[in-house]
């Protein structure tokens, strides 16, 4: 008859997609050679989310986090009914010398055409994340940052205040297997980010945190 007054557990939450992820949340990558040696196999903590905000639509972006204190980034991309992972690192100006060449960069600002862009050089920590050629796929647009998950609520109209706007200008490989985006920011500030395309299902072993 005591059972009456136990309190009653709240059930586990449970974690069936990547896109369901909160902070705090886990998740394993397969181990796979399509990987660099630091992310395959690995186990990645979300530290935050954070929401890209376009006219007509907007991506949630998981800011995720090795073992060792790598940073990746996460956008799950829908396209003609299948899921794409899209795993995003940072790279620096040194970095974007090495990799394509400053003068050969720079046309990606300067020229009115669409832009074409080889790889020269393929340094062995980027190899699963560099194509060989990039082309731009569209022109420039700009979008707003939002430091919060905006899931299941309502965005702020666009172009009003709340958000950070930012200049974005993409490039992509002749397979679409890897992406070139470029980040311009209020000030002048830029961003350079090299983006590995993968199968959903290459994310696996989800576990849910503390998120409620």
């Known amino acids: 008859m005591f059972n009456f007054f136990k309190s009653k557990k709240e059930p586990e939450r449970q974690l069936n997609h990547a896109s369901e992820l909160k902070k705090g949340d886990m998740f394993s990558v397969i181990d796979s050679f399509a990987y660099p040696s630091w992310l395959k196999g690995e186990t990645l903590r979300v530290t935050d989310i954070q929401t890209y905000q376009y006219q007509h639509s907007s991506d949630t972006e998981f800011v ?15 396209d003609d009914g299948e899921q794409f992972a899209n795993f995003s690192i940072k790279i620096q ?3 974007v010398e090495q990799i394509f060449g400053l003068d050969d960069f720079a046309r990606i600002f300067d ?12 340094p062995e920590r980027f190899m699963q994340f560099l194509a060989k050629s990039y082309q731009q ?3 420039p647009y700009v979008c707003y ?5 905006f899931r299941g609520q ?3 109209r666009y172009e009003q205040e709340g958000g950070e706007p930012c200049e974005m200008i993409c490039l992509a490989s002749p397979d679409e297997g890897h992406g070139l985006n470029i ?19 290459d994310i696996v072993d989800l576990f849910p945190g503390d998120a409620k």
């Open 183 to 201: 980040e311009i920011w209020e000030g002048g500030e830029t961003e350079v980010s090299l983006t590995l395309t993968r199968p959903i299902t």
């Open 64 to 78: 995720l986090e090795t073992n060792s204190g790598q940073v990746v980034f996460l956008q799950i991309e829908q």
């Open 93 to 95: 100006r040194d970095e």
């Open 145 to 149: 940052f939002h430091n919060k998950d």
């Open 137 to 139: 796929s569209e022109s």
């Open 111 to 122: 020229e009115e055409s669409l832009t074409n862009i080889q790889v020269q050089n393929t």
């Open 154 to 156: 309502s965005l702020p």
